[in-house]
């Protein structure tokens, strides 16, 4: 789902690029594309080094450590203003039971 939009984004600056008279502006659809999927993984997971290492150690393209950076800031920043992130919505809807423990006893004995 963000590579595709990522590939719209591509699509889209071209589109704009053209009709501002930029015929030539190079805008690469995989590149787009990792990084759309970079941001969209950051924004379900709320994990942003996760994010940035695993699109860019998936891709091997650490020349695109920069552009992933920016979308994964970008990514946070919308979805902390939107909603909890997948793992926190999952903890809420079934928690983990609580192990008791008092002090003073061994719980292994």
């Not at 190079?26 to 590149?31: G, T």
């Not at 793992?87 to 002090?103: D, M, R, W």
Request: charged share 10%.
């Amino acid at each position: 789902m963000g590579a595709v939009a990522g590939l719209l984004v591509c699509h889209l600056v071209r589109a704009a690029a053209g009709a501002a008279g930029y015929a030539g502006v190079p805008a690469s659809l995989p590149v787009y594309g990792v990084v759309g999927a970079g941001a969209t993984l950051s924004g379900c997971l709320r994990y942003k080094a996760t994010a940035v290492l695993i699109t860019v150690e998936a891709t091997g393209a650490w020349s695109l450590i920069i552009p992933v950076v920016v979308a994964v800031f970008c990514a946070e920043l919308a979805a902390d203003r939107l909603s909890s992130g997948v793992f926190e919505v999952g903890s809420i809807s079934k928690p983990s039971p609580l192990i008791t423990y008092s002090f003073g006893q061994c719980p292994f004995a």
